[in-house]
């Protein structure tokens, strides 16, 4: 029998936060991304959890994590896998790289060369990876988590339009409030309470999930307001460019998988509103130049100037 997508949401949701402690709307917002068949971009602070949220999530789904250490000299095919020469067979034999994950984390993504950083094109689009002239498919439900460190550039590669607009979503973990640090202090939280996340679904139920999310039910108003968002980005003179109907169409599969996280089975502004900044802010132009904190405050304003309809 088939899961129920708005409980399996609540039920994703409370396990990642077992680890990810005082983060709700930050572990919300991960299990959205997840459950829109998206990506997600974590620019933060070492240490304040990002690979912790994506071990936890890998967890929970019960699926095959994956991690990549971005360096300067990482090879494209350090992560995708290559090809290997079996002396004793005469044949070549395919090992897979770490990309062939459920969950996969690409840490520090912007320390990777442009030429590396677009290996992860082709696999974050498509769900595939072509190597040695052979193209295989990911598992699925494939989520890539990267993260980037916001201070210290020297020795980075700042990721160009067409990566950044491959994911979903961006955002930030931030550090914890008080109390939440106590609990990792204790064990209550942190790491050491990664192996008492429990593994609420598998991959081939999450698929279905997914689908099922995809057709929540999503009122006229609310895809107008959503339009109207979208032709907001288009004139505010703040921004150079506006979205464009990728992003409308990822806006509207995140606002949905948001609907589950709170569970729901319908769209209310209120989901538009809750991904609108972190699902757009770097897929528009400031001046000409990518800009995520302006692009945010132009964003909220035009939030602010756009009217709500009502329920």
């Keep these: 029998m088939t899961a129920d997508p708005i409980d399996l949401a609540a039920r994703l949701h409370a396990a990642a936060s077992v680890t990810v402690r005082g983060k709700a709307e930050v572990v919300r917002l991960a299990v959205a991304t997840l459950l829109s068949g998206g990506h997600l971009l974590l620019a933060d602070l070492p240490g304040t959890g990002k690979t912790l949220l994506a071990k936890s ?19 494209p095919t350090d992560i995708t896998g290559t090809s290997v020469y ?21 840490d520090e993504i912007n320390r990777a060369s ?67 640090e106590r609990e990792i202090l204790t064990g209550d939280g942190g790491t050491e309470a990664l192996g008492r996340v429990p593994t609420v679904t598998n991959p081939a139920e999450l698929v279905e999930a ?8 999503t009122a006229p108003a609310v895809v107008e307001y959503l339009l109207d968002l979208a032709d907001g980005t288009r004139r ?45 802010a770097h897929r528009v132009t400031v001046g000409g130049h990518l800009d995520v904190a302006a692009a945010a405050a132009a964003l909220a304003d035009v939030l602010t100037h756009t009217p709500v309809p009502r329920q």
């Design 57 to 75: 999530l890998a967890a929970a789904i019960g699926g095959h994590f994956g991690r990549v250490q971005c360096t300067p000299d990482l090879l």
């Design 114 to 180: 442009p030429r590396t950083q677009a290996a992860l094109l082709e696999p974050m689009e498509e769900r595939q990876v072509t190597v040695d002239g052979a193209t295989r498919r990911l598992p699925e439900p494939f989520l890539c988590i990267a993260t980037q460190n916001p201070h210290g550039q020297i020795g980075t590669f700042p990721l160009p339009e067409s990566q950044l607009d491959r994911f979903a979503a961006v955002s930030s973990v931030g550090l914890p409030a008080r109390d939440a």
């Design 210 to 217: 997914i689908a099922a999310i995809h057709r929540l039910h």
């Design 86 to 106: 079996q002396p004793a067979t005469g044949e070549w034999t395919f090992r897979p790289g770490p990309l062939f994950a459920h969950v996969l984390l690409v």
């Design 236 to 280: 505010h003179p703040a921004l150079t460019s506006g979205v464009s109907p990728r992003v409308t169409v990822g806006l509207l599969a995140m606002a949905r998988a948001h609907a589950a996280t709170c569970g729901r089975n319908y769209v209310t502004p209120d989901d538009v509103q809750a991904v609108f900044i972190p699902a757009a």
